[in-house]
C-alpha cells in the first residue's frame, strides 16, 4: 500500500472519529426534561414532631432547558415550586396534615444562565522616521473578558392549603410529592412518622 492510500484510510478513521463525537453530543442535547424533587427531611427513619411543626418538605425542580428545548447537557436544574405539609393535631380521632406550596415560573435557561467569554484582539501598528532611516513596528495582544448571565425572570403563587384528615389506625401511609408518609402514631400534641 502506499503512504497517500495509507494517509486517506486514516483520514477517513478520524473523520468518522469526529462524527462519533458530534453525534454523541448531539444525542445527549436531545434529553428530554425531568421533573424531581428532594424531600428535607430524614428518609426512613422514624421521627417525631409537634402539632404546627414541618413534618414534610420537597423542593421541586426541573432539568434546565437548552437553547432547544431539552435538558441542560450538563444537568444544571431550575426550581419549579415546593410542597409543605405540616401537623395539625387530632380531628375527630384521625391526625389532621395540613398541606401548602409553592409553584414557581421562570424563564431559566442554559441561554441565560451561562457567562460567555468574549475574546478581544488588538493590533497597534507603528511607523516613522529616526533621522534618516525608516521604522515600522507592529504589536498584537490578545485577551478576552466574561460577560456575566443575563438571568431570569419568574414569579411565584401560593397554592391552596389543603388540611387532610388520615385515620391513620386503619390507612398509615399517604402519598405526597412522589413519596410516601407513614404514621405510626398520633396524639393532640405530637405525631411519629417516617418518610419512604
Same mark, same amino acid.
Given at each position: 500500500m502506499t %503512504?497517500?492510500r495509507l494517509?486517506?484510510?486514516? &483520514?477517513h @478513521? $478520524?473523520l468518522?472519529?469526529h462524527?462519533?463525537?458530534? $453525534?454523541t453530543?448531539?444525542? !445527549?442535547?436531545? *434529553?428530554?426534561i *425531568?421533573h424531581s =424533587?428532594?424531600?428535607?427531611q430524614?428518609?426512613?427513619r422514624?421521627?417525631t414532631?409537634? +402539632?404546627? %411543626?414541618?413534618i414534610?418538605?420537597?423542593?421541586e425542580?426541573?432539568?434546565?432547558?437548552n437553547a432547544? &428545548?431539552r !435538558?441542560d447537557?450538563f444537568g444544571r /436544574?431550575t426550581t419549579t &415550586?415546593?410542597?409543605?405539609v405540616q401537623?395539625g393535631g387530632l380531628?375527630?380521632?384521625?391526625?389532621? $396534615?395540613?398541606?401548602?406550596g409553592?409553584?414557581?415560573q421562570?424563564n431559566q435557561?442554559?441561554?441565560n444562565?451561562?457567562p460567555?467569554? +468574549?475574546?478581544?484582539?488588538?493590533?497597534t501598528? @507603528?511607523? &516613522?522616521?529616526?533621522?534618516?532611516?525608516p521604522? @515600522?513596528g /507592529?504589536?498584537s495582544?490578545?485577551?478576552?473578558y466574561? !460577560?456575566?448571565?443575563?438571568?431570569a425572570?419568574?414569579?411565584s403563587?401560593?397554592?391552596?392549603t389543603?388540611?387532610?384528615?388520615?385515620?391513620?389506625?386503619r390507612?398509615p401511609?399517604?402519598?405526597? =410529592?412522589g413519596?410516601? $408518609?407513614?404514621?405510626?402514631?398520633a396524639?393532640?400534641t405530637?405525631?411519629t412518622?417516617?418518610i419512604?
Open positions: %503512504d497517500s494517509g486517506a484510510i486514516g &483520514g @478513521m $478520524l468518522r472519529g462524527c462519533l463525537v458530534l $453525534l453530543i448531539a444525542l !445527549a442535547a436531545c *434529553q428530554q *425531568q =424533587s428532594d424531600v428535607a430524614p428518609i426512613g422514624s421521627v414532631a409537634g +402539632v404546627g %411543626d414541618v414534610f418538605r420537597a423542593d425542580k426541573k432539568s434546565m432547558p432547544f &428545548g !435538558a447537557l /436544574t &415550586g415546593m410542597t409543605v401537623y380531628r375527630n380521632g384521625n391526625a389532621l $396534615l395540613v398541606r401548602s409553592v409553584d414557581i421562570s435557561t442554559t441561554m444562565s451561562t460567555i467569554y +468574549v475574546p478581544t484582539q488588538q493590533t501598528s @507603528m511607523s &516613522g522616521w529616526v533621522g534618516t532611516t521604522v @515600522m /507592529t504589536a495582544s490578545s485577551g478576552g466574561f !460577560a456575566p448571565p443575563i438571568g425572570q419568574g414569579y403563587a401560593a397554592r391552596a389543603i388540611p387532610i384528615e388520615v385515620d391513620w389506625r390507612s401511609a399517604v402519598p405526597i =410529592s413519596r410516601t $408518609l407513614y404514621i405510626e402514631n396524639t393532640p405530637s405525631i412518622y417516617s419512604r
